[in-house]
């Protein structure tokens, strides 16, 4: 799979799997989201226990990413491919899913959350080794997805300051900025 593109069903499977089990234990894991949290501390904090949130997203894909159409039918969800593409648009119906990810610090905790469910959770003073766990995936696409969200809003509020004062202008005829 694709490293940058990662489609919803296959987030949305990562999520699950990672709010079954959200405790971080892995050196590397840990590291990674400790710069999530420097990333989104750029953000200002939003309530108590330095709660920092955006709207992340992930495309919806293709059909083929929500499943395998035989193994849908053999489980006997769906009858037809018709069936099967209906169930797909009800689970996405929508080209973009949308996540609403909060990070917050109590104590010598961090907690992250993804539509208001706890996904990952660790103390900064208890680490084990470095070993490769099922939360490492969620964890790269979340530092990625961070950083491109969080520099795109910090651009988008730059250049509104610069248009309230006429600095930043759009040129209608060209087209270009």
């Known amino acids: 799979m694709n490293k940058k593109y990662k489609p919803a069903p296959y987030i949305d499977r990562l999520i699950l799997s990672c709010q079954g089990y ?17 990333i989104m501390d750029r953000l200002g904090k939003q309530g108590d226990d330095e709660l920092r949130s955006i709207w992340i997203t992930a495309e919806r894909g293709e059909m083929e990413d929500f499943g395998d159409y035989s193994d849908f039918k053999e489980g006997g969800e769906v009858n037809s491919k018709k069936d099967f593409e209906e169930l797909w648009k009800y689970y996405y119906p929508d080209k973009i899913r949308w996540y609403n990810f909060a990070v917050t610090k109590y104590a010598d905790g961090f907690y992250f959350y993804i539509d208001s469910k706890l996904t990952f959770q660790f103390k900064t003073n208890y680490i084990s080794e470095s070993i490769y ?3 490492t995936e969620l964890c790269d696409w979340l530092l990625q997805i961070t950083e491109i ?22 040129s209608k005829k060209s087209n270009r900025i």
Not at 22 to 38: D, G, M, Q, R, T
């Open 22 to 38: 959200p405790e971080i234990k892995n050196e590397l894991n840990i590291k990674k989201l400790l710069s999530v949290v420097a």
């Open 133 to 135: 766990d099922f939360h």
């Open 149 to 170: 969200n969080i520099n795109w809003g910090m651009h988008l509020k730059h250049i509104k300051k610069l248009s309230k004062f006429g600095i930043y202008e759009h």
